[in-house]
């Protein structure tokens, strides 16, 4: 499956980064490379290997339902570019919540 | 707005076919992957800690008492428990995730093939549960700027108190053959969803707090067609009259497009409590979230045992609960409609019950005075500040002659001030009931000298008039009269 710019294009967009056309003539046959990589792995992973998302072979991690000191607003909102009313400020929201 | 078709015309024309995702806040003490308090509200950005705020190095931990809570629930739904399964990682640019991802769960929930049977007026309708999984709740919002204004000063404040917080969703799979009843059976639906929730404890389910709401599908398919339509999505429906609402009109705008030979654009609507929807974005494919495993989390395996203990909590399903707290209290089915429609007063009903006080009386406090009382405050009834134990105390008092209903009021609002049991305010605020003769027989020989006309017509034999005589020295007496004794006096006096 060869890759398309213009696919690249919409991952670069759901990715948020931004990419010139030259770097999308350049990432489109490079990415293709990484995917047939991946597929070859999966070529040698027979049905007998379970796919595995984790390095550790652990279930069931829990936490007790016990609340834990949060940080201070002012900690919380140390990093943040703009504050306003103790809340972060964002840019203006153009499209809708996902 | 759009044009619309009038809705039995839509429903000679056309099958609808109807599909709801509810999203379910838990009340558990703590965030999903977090230890930040999950109580709601507070202070803007009390409640973030770098696991919530998404902040670089940060692990999110999962709550153990939120899985077991995801479990029961679906259990309680009938459902299939995963022995294994996986978070995943949903990525979308959004202010109010922290993280530019949720984390929920995509191919692998935690529970599947589940179903409810919903009853509307006698009938019985089969939902289909198609899946229940666990993810978490995005922060809030709130958008300023200055009005009038397109461009430039417009922004957004967000507090992510809310971010992370448990959220359960859980979806149907397509229901269709409900015709005309479609939007009441949604409605059902969800009021059905919400007892559960409460039920199991696992959740406040206030559809006005946003503790749980829903994303209402719907398409239309020629009438006998047994094929989908395009359909549309209402998000965030927030009332059981929204979700009736929401559908009723989507059903007949999209019956109005149909038969204008112009199709259903696949996209979120938004609706308006006036009635109507507007577009929202037109939906993106699963594929634009490129979910994959989450990799800071290991999968949550839930083992035979562990669900059969879970399952050994379960509350009695609340219908037959319903039914069984009916008979039991001999109510007619028009008087449990007003139970079953007051949040929490059959449990407030039962506790008073329990605390030695009749069915009816119970019932007539709690839906009466005191839900009058809560209304006017704008809160839920147990949080009306009177206990289960109290009530019952006030009726011991009317039962026992000490006091009447209208004395009774007296006392709830001493119980509210804080000003001891119903004993001692009684006591304090003089409210006993006066049944004694010589106070009484004053009262009566006063009223008859002030009323002579009154009095004539009692004695001329209209024994009803007595009410006219009663109500004065229940006014002069401020209430505290035994009325049934004063009438025996009236009438022994005056034949
Ligand atoms: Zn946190």
């Known amino acids: 499956m060869a890759l398309t710019t213009a696919d690249v294009a919409r991952l670069a967009d759901l990715a948020r980064i931004e990419l010139s056309a030259e770097e999308l003539e350049r990432f489109a046959p490079e990415l293709d490379i990484v995917l047939a990589a991946v597929a070859s792995v ?24 016990v609340v834990r000191p949060s940080l201070t607003p002012a900690q919380a909102l140390a990093m943040a570019p703009a504050v306003e009313d103790d809340r972060f400020r964002a840019p203006r929201i153009l499209t809708e919540e996902g | 707005m759009s044009d619309l078709m009038d809705y039995d015309e839509v429903m000679e024309r056309f099958d609808p076919a109807l599909g709801l995702e509810v999203h379910v806040e838990l009340n558990t003490a703590t965030k999903m992957f977090c230890g930040c308090d999950n109580t709601p509200g507070g202070e803007p950005n009390t409640k973030t800690c770098p696991v919530c705020l998404g902040l670089p190095g940060s692990l999110p931990v999962v709550n153990g008492k939120a899985v077991e809570s995801a479990i029961r629930i679906g259990l309680a ?105 479609t939007p009441v059976v949604a409605r059902a639906y969800m009021a059905h969803l919400r007892e559960l929730m409460v039920a199991l404890g696992v959740s406040d389910a206030r559809m006005e707090a946003g503790n749980m709401r829903c994303d209402a599908n719907v398409s239309l398919a020629p009438k006998g067609a047994h094929v989908l339509g395009t359909r549309s999505e209402t998000k965030n429906v927030n009332s059981l009259k929204a979700v009736e609402g929401a559908l009723r009109h989507e059903i007949r705008r999209q019956g109005a497009l149909l038969a204008a030979g112009e199709r259903v654009i696949q996209e979120t609507r938004h609706w308006h409590e006036e009635g109507w929807t507007s577009p929202g974005r037109s939906k ?96 839920e009834l147990a949080e009306v500040g009177v206990s289960a134990a109290q009530v019952a105390g006030v009726q011991r008092l009317v039962d026992a002659g000490t006091i009447n209903d209208k004395l009774a009021r007296a006392v709830f609002d001493g119980l509210l001030a804080g000003e001891g049991t119903p004993d001692e305010i009684v006591a304090a605020r003089g409210l006993a009931v006066v049944s004694d003769d010589g106070a009484l027989g004053a009262a009566v020989d006063a009223a008859i000298a002030a009323h002579p006309d009154v009095a004539q017509k009692i004695r001329d034999g209209k024994v009803q008039a007595a009410g006219a005589l009663i109500g004065a020295i229940m006014k002069q007496m401020r209430g505290k009269a035994d009325a049934a004794r004063v009438r025996q006096l009236i009438l022994e006096k005056l034949s």
């Open chain 2, 77 to 181: 739904l009938n459902c299939q428990v995963a022995s294994w399964c996986r978070f995943a990682r949903k990525n979308y640019f959004y202010p109010d995730m922290t993280k530019n991802f949720q984390t929920s769960q995509y191919d692998e929930p935690i529970c599947f093939d589940g179903h409810v049977n919903i009853d509307v007026d006698g009938e019985t309708y089969r939902i289909d549960i198609e899946r229940v999984h666990m993810e978490e709740d995005a922060g809030k919002l709130t958008h300023a700027g200055v009005t009038g204004r397109i461009h430039g000063a417009d922004y957004s404040l967000v507090d992510y108190n809310r971010a992370g917080t448990p959220l359960m969703e859980i979806v149907t799979r397509p229901i269709l053959g409900l015709g005309e009843r």
């Open chain 1, 42 to 65: 999966s070529e040698v992973a027979g049905s007998d290997v379970t796919p595995m998302s984790h390095a550790l072979a652990l279930t069931n991690v829990f936490r007790d339902d």
């Open chain 2, 284 to 379: 993106e494919e699963a594929e634009d979230y490129r979910y994959f495993p989450e990799p800071d989390l290991v999968p949550v395996a839930a083992g035979a045992s562990w669900v059969e203990q879970l399952r050994a909590t379960l509350p009695e399903p609340p219908a037959q609960r319903r039914a069984r707290l009916q008979a039991a209290w001999g109510f007619a089915d028009l008087e449990m409609r007003d139970v079953t429609g007051t949040p929490g007063s059959i449990d407030l009903i039962e506790a008073t019950v329990t605390a030695g006080a009749s069915a009816a009386s119970a019932r007539k406090w709690w839906l009466g005075e005191l839900a009058r009382r809560a209304n006017e405050r704008g809160i």
